[in-house]
Every structure is written in C-alpha cells, then in structure tokens.
C-alpha cells in the first residue's frame, strides 16, 4: 500500500513539473530502466528464490548458503550483458544520448535490487523483501524518490533530472537491502557442512536464463505498448499514454502484493508435494486482490476523466477512453491469479519461456500495427486485448500441468481465512 501511495504520488508530482511531452519521455526511459533491471538480473532472483527456498525447506542450510554465494557471482557474470542491452533498447526506441546513459544506470541499480529481495524473501524476510521489490524498485525505492522531491532543489524539470533523482532513491533502496541481507543470511544459512555439491555461479546463470527471458517477455507484453507509442506517437500522445498506464496500474497492485507474498512458499509446497495446500493458497490469494482491485477498475471506468485531471492535471483528463480500455484489461489478468509464477516456480520455466515468447511477438505486431494505422485509441483496444488473452492461456497451462486452478474463489468465510504456516514435516495432500 506504501508503494501505490508513494508511486501515485510520484505521478502527480512528475506530471505537473514535467508536461506532457517529457512525462512522456520519462516514462518511456524508466520502463525500459525497469524491463532492462530484468535482464541485468538474468533470472538469479528467481532461481536463487526456487532453489535457496527448496533447500531451507529439507532443512539443507550448507547447500542454501551455496547458492546465494553463487547467485552474486553469477550477477557479475549477466549483469554487463543486460546494461548493454539496455543502451541499445534505449538508443533504438528514444534515441542514444544522456537519457539512455541514465537509463543503463537505473537498469544496473534496479537489478541489483532485484535479486536482493528475491533472496531476502527466500530467506524469510518478507517485510523487507516486499518493500524492495516491484515496478521500479518497490516501495523502498518511490519513496526515496518522493522524499528527495520534496525538496524544490531536488524537484525535477526534464526527464533527465528525473532520472537522476530515481538512481539516488535505487541507490539507497539497494544500501538498506545489502544491510538486511547480510544480517539475515547470517542468522538463516550460517557457515554449516553440506553432502550437496557447491553451487557453480556459471550453472546458476544458465539455471536462471530461461527465468529471465520469460520475465523480460512478460514485462514487455505489458510494456511494449508503452514503448512503442514513444516510437511511433507524438510526444503528446506518448505522454497521455503514460498517464494512463500510471493509473492503471492501480488495479494491478493487490496482485503484485499478492506475488510477492507468495512467491516463497510456491517452490516450498511444491517441493514437499503438496499441492492442494498450494492451490488453497494461490486462489484465496485471488480472491483477496480481486475484490479491491474491482473496486478500481470501477473507479477508473466511471470517473476516468475527473481521476486524471485530479491526480496528473486538467490536460491528462483527454486519456479517459485509454484508462478505461486498459483498466479493462488489467482486470482479466487479476481475475486469473498467479498462474505465471506458478508455473515459473514450479519447474515449468521452459515453458514459461516459449509461451512468454510467443505472447511478446503477437503483442508487438498487433500493438505496432494499431498504433501506426489507428493511433493512440487502437494502441490500448490491442494492447488490453492481447495481454488478456495470453493471461487467459496461461490459467488453462497452470491447470493442465499441474491440475490446479489459480482463479479466486467464491468468496466466503472459510475461503479467506489464512492458511498456517509452511512446516517441512507436514504431510502432503491426501
């Protein structure tokens, strides 16, 4: 709740001091810095996740603080490939110069922050975890920026200086992670003897790069719009866009809380084959984030106008109609639950990879071809509408490989009460 707080805080404020066109701008840069974060990870997060989390679960603490060791030397071994990555996304879509400078920075940052909180959550810290993680760095990182914009000193006037101002909150965001982490991974996985064979940080790095190309894949699916309005559109266009997704992404937040909260027990109850447990789990998660996340969506769908001119200003109220498709779209998503992190974390990243793909390729040429022929308006009908429907095709591959559902339930006391903790000793499903 910090994160959505701070994040539309961050909106307001930059949309104001910046104007259409280089709010537009910036938004642009700060996706790919974050798609680019993804490839800068290269999957480690969610590999140490799976792995680091299995482990502690048969109580091999040795063979855990193996993998950790080896998930930061593989980082240093990815993390050069995804900055450069970056600079060519960048170049390529906004155009080479200081911006995409900035952008690779952010990327680096971000990345860092990425498998950080990943192993943080494995480790048990949750709290901590939770605040470090999400779009652009999570809460940790939208409040940094917020209080360091307070100031009028630090309060940015072009896409760059926003930019900059993002690196520092990151920055700090990544300081206070290294602290929790190293005091954690003392206490959870301390210097033990283990029959498990070390971890190579180069097995781990092709371990973690089908994760990262379906991470990267997915993010794109639900950014790629995004980035291709800044290609094709006006700057004025590209700049109602982002004002749009900004509050879209309202909807989206109780499911990302809802991942986040989860992400560690998904390979944990897998392991210890207990998969009714899981599917418990997954869909009461569904149907906590459904109800508020419906309560947005109508919000956005019958005060999208007077939202928009509130919250970014009287010229933002023109991407009403973009609000209101997107917002659809969002819903679909929510409605079906975690079933891509299932999936993920469940042994299935291969697939997950072709899928992910496969989905990226048919948003990007329905996307393109929307915005070129039809403009903005078209951009967002096709971009709701292909993201819902891969959503859709991986709820049917999460039940057809692993015999689970992951919609909400119908809800009801029983439903929502909260499942007791992961015990190694537990029996599996009967």
């Known amino acids: 709740m910090a994160g959505l707080v701070a994040s539309t805080a961050i909106a307001m404020v930059l949309a104001r001091s910046l104007g259409t066109d280089e709010f537009g701008r910036f938004s642009v840069a700060s996706s790919i810095a974050v798609g680019g974060s993804i490839a800068v990870a290269g999957g480690l997060n969610r590999a140490a996740l799976r792995d680091v989390a299995s482990l502690l679960a048969h109580g091999d603490q040795g063979a855990a603080r193996s993998v950790i060791v080896s998930a930061f030397g593989a980082f240093g071994l990815v993390a050069p490939l995804?900055?450069?990555?970056?600079?060519?996304?960048?170049s390529v879509v906004i155009g080479w110069g200081r911006t995409v400078v900035l952008t690779a920075a952010l990327a680096l940052v971000l990345g860092l922050l990425l498998v950080l909180?990943?192993?943080?959550?494995?480790?048990?810290?949750?709290?901590?975890?939770?605040?470090?993680?999400?779009?652009?760095?999570?809460?940790?990182v939208a409040?940094?920026?917020?209080?360091?914009?307070?100031w009028s000193l630090f309060r940015p006037r072009t896409a760059d200086a926003a930019l900059v101002l993002n690196l520092v909150a990151a920055a700090l965001a990544a300081a206070l992670a290294v602290a929790v982490f190293l005091a954690r991974a003392r206490e959870v996985t301390p210097r033990t003897t283990t029959t498990s064979p070390p971890a190579a940080p180069k097995h781990l790095a092709w371990a973690g790069f089908p994760f990262m190309v379906t991470q990267v894949a997915l993010f794109l699916s639900l950014q790629v719009d995004l980035w291709i309005a800044g290609a094709t559109l006006s700057e004025g266009d590209t700049g109602l866009y982002a004002g749009a997704l900004r509050l879209m992404n309202v909807v989206r937040v109780p499911l990302t809380a809802a991942q986040f909260t989860l992400l560690a027990a998904i390979p944990a109850l897998h392991a210890l084959g207990r998969m009714e447990e899981l599917e418990r789990r997954?869909?009461?998660?569904?149907?906590?984030?459904?109800?508020?996340?419906a309560g947005a969506l109508l919000i956005c769908v019958l005060f999208a106008g007077p939202m928009l001119a509130l919250v970014l200003g009287e010229s933002y109220r023109a991407a009403a109609p973009l609000l209101v498709t997107l917002a659809l779209g969002q819903l679909v998503i929510v409605a079906l639950?975690?079933?891509?992190?299932?999936?993920?974390?469940?042994?299935?990243?291969?697939l997950m990879l072709v899928f992910s793909v496969g989905s990226l390729a048919s948003s990007v040429v329905a996307d393109l071809v929307a915005a070129r022929l039809w403009g903005v308006e078209a951009l967002a009908i096709a971009s709701a509408s292909t993201t819902a429907?891969?959503?859709v095709a991986l709820w049917w591959l999460a039940h057809r490989q692993l015999g689970i559902w992951t919609h909400p339930f119908l809800p009801s006391r029983r439903n929502l009460l909260a499942p007791a903790g992961i015990s190694p000793s537990a029996d599996g499903p009967g």
Do not use: M
């Not at 048990?124 to 940790?140: C, D, F, H, L, M």
């Open 143 to 150: 409040l940094g920026f917020l209080v360091l914009s307070a």
């Open 282 to 293: 997954v869909r009461r998660a569904g149907t906590i984030v459904t109800i508020p996340s």
């Open 117 to 140: 909180a990943d192993v943080i959550r494995a480790l048990g810290e949750y709290r901590i975890a939770n605040v470090a993680s999400g779009p652009s760095g999570g809460a940790a």
């Open 337 to 350: 639950g975690l079933s891509g992190n299932v999936l993920n974390l469940c042994g299935f990243e291969r």
């Open 82 to 90: 995804g900055v450069l990555g970056t600079v060519l996304t960048g």
């Open 389 to 391: 429907g891969s959503f």
